[in-house]
């Protein structure tokens, strides 16, 4: 609403020749005049028009039927409209009584028949500007408080969406602290054990074959360690301006062959986009990470589609699969250490990728369905 908008001044009078006579002083493109015959006539029209724009009430005291102090009673009882000022217009006795009993019915103003046009005027526009006012500092008040929800929402949005990444990160270094800490522990003994496991072998004192699986059992320790390691927060990197398109070109047969060995097919859309600071040998893992797990939830024939393009200045990294999918009740605790559905999984792959790319300032976007799940990994451009 502007301050151009006419307000809607509601006349009442049971005599049709009073009410020409008001609609003739109070004619003004400011004003709509909604001019009413009796008591009943306002109520009705109060019960179902919008009161908001209602200015004020002009009513006639002596009207047969309900007379203007009852109607202005049943206007005052309504919460809707117990804030529309009323102007009691009465060529009755001025005595004080009558006064009294139009305030205690809220009353607000008197005019008294004959009435002198110009003082009409004055009092209906002094009414008017005090409804503009309250109009307008409701307005005001109205989009103010809009504008808060509004914020409100969308802080509250960000707050449980940042909270989620922190405690995702909470828990990455958690473990990664761990990880340093106990690993060390581990492989030393490891180390003894390999020690004594070759001399057996040297001296034949132990079946090949057994040494074997037991060194082979010990590799695989190791080798989650490793991967377990490079959860560390603080784990050094080597930081390299480079394209995305040539680490993935130097993986790409490697992940082709692993394609094709299990029936699948391997595309790969190299985009043309910007150099990026990265350490290579992370973006290597965390692409094949990624690469199994894709491969692994696909059946014979699923392809798996590479990608990398520009999004604003992002470089983003887009891993695509035709695969089950995953659960949303999985959804929460991806990339949680350990966590995995697979009979011999470790439950390392995500966790690692996920750390890779706190480390390099990535986002990673997931989306999944049952025909699919496509990660996108967003690395912010320079
Ligand atoms: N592309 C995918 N499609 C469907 N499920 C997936 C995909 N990627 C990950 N998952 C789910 O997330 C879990 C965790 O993956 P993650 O790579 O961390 O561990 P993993 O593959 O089970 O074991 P590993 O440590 O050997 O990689 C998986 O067990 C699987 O349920
Ligand atoms: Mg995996």
Redo the contacts with the bound molecule.
């Keep these: 609403m502007t301050m151009n908008t006419p307000v809607d001044i509601v006349l009442v009078d049971d005599h049709a020749e009073n009410l020409l006579a008001l609609e003739a002083v109070l004619s003004s493109p400011d004003y709509r005049l909604i001019s009413l015959k009796s008591g009943e006539d306002v109520l009705r029209y109060l019960m179902r028009e919008d009161m908001q724009n209602v200015a004020v009430i002009l009513l006639d005291v002596q009207m047969p039927g309900m007379n203007g102090f009852e109607t202005a009673k049943l206007i005052k009882k309504r919460e809707r409209t117990k804030d529309i000022p009323i102007i009691f217009i009465t060529a009755i006795n001025k005595s004080v009584d009558h006064v009294l009993q139009g305030y205690e019915a809220g009353s607000i103003d008197y005019l008294f028949k004959p009435f002198h046009p110009d003082l009409l005027k004055l009092k209906v526009e002094a009414f008017v500007q005090m409804h503009r006012f309250h109009r307008d500092q409701y307005d005001y008040l109205e989009s103010l408080v809009r504008e808060r929800t509004q914020e409100l929402i969308i802080a509250s949005e960000e707050r449980v969406a940042w909270e989620k990444e922190m405690a995702k990160l909470d828990r990455l270094n958690l473990v990664g602290e761990m990880a340093a800490g106990i690993a060390h522990e581990i492989r030393n003994p490891m180390t003894t054990i390999r020690g004594f496991l070759q001399m057996a072998k040297k001296n034949k004192t132990m079946a090949d074959e057994y040494i074997d699986i037991m060194l082979e059992e010990l590799n695989r320790a190791n080798g989650i360690i490793t991967e377990f390691l490079s959860l560390a927060k603080n784990k050094a990197t080597n930081f390299q301006t480079m394209s995305l398109n040539d680490i993935i070109a130097s993986m790409e047969p490697l992940i082709q062959a692993e394609a094709m060995l299990s029936g699948m097919h391997l595309h790969v859309n190299y985009g043309s986009i910007a150099e990026l600071a990265v350490d290579d040998k992370e973006i290597r893992q965390l692409l094949l990470?990624?690469a199994?797990?894709?491969l692994?939830?696909m059946q014979p024939g699923g392809a798996f589609t590479i990608s990398t393009y520009m999004e604003g200045a992002a470089v983003v990294l887009k891993l695509e699969?035709q695969?089950?999918?995953?659960k949303a009740e999985?959804l929460e605790k991806?990339?949680t250490p350990f966590?995995?559905?697979?009979e011999k999984?470790?439950?390392?792959?995500?966790?690692v990728c996920y750390s890779i790319a706190a480390r390099h300032q990535a986002d990673i976007e997931l989306q999944?369905s049952d025909q699919g799940?496509v990660?996108a990994i967003k690395f912010k451009g320079a």
């Design positions: 990470n990624m199994i797990n894709g692994e939830a699969d695969g089950s999918g995953i999985y991806l990339g966590f995995t559905t697979k999984g470790t439950g390392l792959g995500l966790a999944s799940t990660f």
